[in-house]
T-cell receptor, first 116, second 112 residues
Framework: NAGVMQNPRHLVRRRGQEARLRCSPM?????VYWYRQLPEEGLKFMVY????????ESGMPKERFSAEFPKEGPSILRIQQVVRGDSAAYFC??????????????FGQGTRLTVV | KNQVEQSPQSLIILEGKNCTLQ??????????LRWYKQDTGRGPVSLTI?????NTKSNGRYTATLDADTKQSSLHITASQLSDSASYIC???????????FGGGTRLMVKP
């Protein structure tokens, strides 16, 4: 049973380009969470999704950022018109059931986005 | 305001020594508290999950304690090894469990 898979591990984009980050949850997990970690800082919640639904996007910037978790395929975090301030590590986590009530959440290795 | 505060921010110890990391939280309502280990350049890995009713929980050389009255937790590492060098993050779920609130972490360096 593979863990949470994120790709790419490293992504370099020029300012104004689009960045697409992918996350395949663990087998049997239908709940996905995205977090952002700026250099030397802690992880900050962005969005929580279930299959085909956004449950909580309170941590998502209002513009340029979107996320989806289709019925088939990985969850996608999309950043349009990237700026240098978007440079960070983006982590995905998945869990078997909703919420975090004693439910283990497993993290991927992250995608490190660098905007040049 | 729901917050998780950790101390110290960084710590250097010699291999074989013990250490204790602290976590204070103000998240309410409280459901559980987690400790994660994050190696440089990698994703967090869970060490323990402690519920309201648990005071102490061990995972190998890691022992976590929880005092729900004072809203404090500690992570004790026994007989440290070089591989223990990492960030240790205290995490508390927020808003009925949909969002994890992360502490800033303690950066531990174990030296030979």
């Amino acid at each position: 049973n593979a863990g949470v898979m994120q790709n790419p591990r490293h992504l370099v984009r020029r300012r104004g380009q689009e960045a697409r980050l992918r996350c395949s949850p663990m087998k049997g997990h239908s709940h996905v969470y995205w977090y952002r970690q700026l250099p030397e800082e802690g992880l900050k919640f962005m969005v929580y999704l279930q299959k085909e639904n956004i449950i909580d996007e309170s941590g998502m910037p209002k513009e340029r950022f979107s996320a989806e978790f289709p019925k088939e395929g990985p969850s996608i975090l999309r950043i349009q018109q990237v700026v240098r301030g978007d440079s960070a590590a983006y982590f995905c986590a998945s869990s078997q059931s909703g919420g975090y009530m004693n439910t283990e959440a497993f993290f991927g290795q992250g995608t490190r986005l660098t905007v040049v | 305001k729901n917050q998780v505060e950790q101390s110290p921010q960084s710590l250097i110890i010699l291999e074989g020594k013990n250490c204790t990391l602290q976590c204070n939280y103000t998240v309410s309502p409280f459901s559980n508290l987690r400790w994660y280990k994050q190696d440089t350049g990698r994703g967090p890995v869970s060490l323990t999950i402690m519920t309201f009713s648990e005071n102490t929980k061990s995972n190998g050389r890691y022992t976590a304690t929880l005092d729900a009255d004072t809203k404090q937790s500690s992570l004790h590492i026994t007989a440290s090894q070089l591989s223990d060098s990492a960030s240790y993050i205290c995490v508390v779920p927020l808003r009925a469990g949909n969002m994890l609130t992360f502490g800033g972490g303690t950066r531990l360096m174990v030296k030979p």
